[in-house]
């Protein structure tokens, strides 16, 4: 199916797969080369994401890396101040994702900087359902669920919650490396095109995370390689979206694809 989403009354067309950066404005997460604390630093990675052909940039500060410690809602709110602040006003035309599982996040992202999908990693809430509906903006819903048959179950409950309450664009995320084990990891990825009978758009977050770098008994800067294979049979599986730190090499994954499919 050909997807579209609502951005503030303008379509993004998931016909062709879309990239999303990372952009982590924190000291802590879990792909170090990920970090960007100063304004420079902040202005040049979204610069060079969006050159390298993202569609989106998905801005977190917050780290949710296994074993780390929370950031307050006070901290996670001034680091996305900061970084929001920046983006906007070097690169005002760009689609903007907040990473965040806190609804007055949610919030204050969209009504002080006009933050045009919200990335909620909670699993999904009850309190974010109605934020996200209010704000009426796109939602990013993950699973937390470690199996399948699980997992689309509660995938059902929650988007019919998310319906009744009127929210319309809503993207399915699996959550890889979020409640599942590696083989967990492994087993969903493989049964991936089960979500497809969801009829809404997938998203695929993979990007240098343990499920790679355990397997290899390597370290997340040596992830890419794996990050770029498992990120091809995403995409031939049906995801519409894949969330990355390495824009260039992803988009190379999607022209692949794509020349796959002509």
Do not use: W
């Amino acid at each position: 199916m050909d997807y579209t989403l609502n951005v503030h009354g303008q379509l993004l067309d998931l016909s062709r797969p879309l990239v999303m950066g990372i952009l982590n404005a924190t000291p802590d997460s879990f792909y170090a080369d990920s970090r960007r604390q100063t304004e420079e630093d902040i202005a040049l990675c979204c610069s060079q994401m969006l050159s390298d052909g993202a569609a989106i940039i998905d801005v977190g500060g917050c780290s949710t890396r296994p074993g780390g410690e929370v950031a307050s809602e006070e901290k996670e709110m001034k680091r996305l101040r900061m970084a929001l602040g920046i983006i906007r006003r070097e690169q005002p035309q760009a689609v903007v994702s907040v990473d965040t599982f806190r609804p007055d996040v949610a919030r204050m992202a969209v009504e002080e900087f006009g933050a045009d999908i919200i990335n909620d990693v909670s699993g999904g809430t009850p309190e974010m359902f109605r934020m996200v509906t209010r704000l009426r903006v796109p939602y990013i819903l993950m699973s937390l669920q470690p199996t399948m048959r699980e997992m689309l179950l509660s995938f059902a409950e929650k988007v019919q919650q998310l319906r009744d309450m009127g929210a319309n664009d809503i993207i399915l995320d699996p959550g890889f490396g979020f409640g599942k084990t590696l083989e967990q990891n492994y087993e969903i990825m493989n049964e991936l095109e089960k979500l497809l009978v969801m009829e809404l758009p997938l998203l695929v977050g993979i990007s240098r995370k343990s499920m790679i770098y355990r397997l290899f008994d390597c370290t997340p800067q040596q992830a890419l390689n794996g990050t770029t294979a498992l990120d091809i049979i995403a995409l031939m599986k049906g995801a519409r979206i894949l969330r990355v730190h390495d824009v260039k090499e992803a988009m190379e994954c999607v022209r692949i694809v794509q020349q796959l499919n002509c």
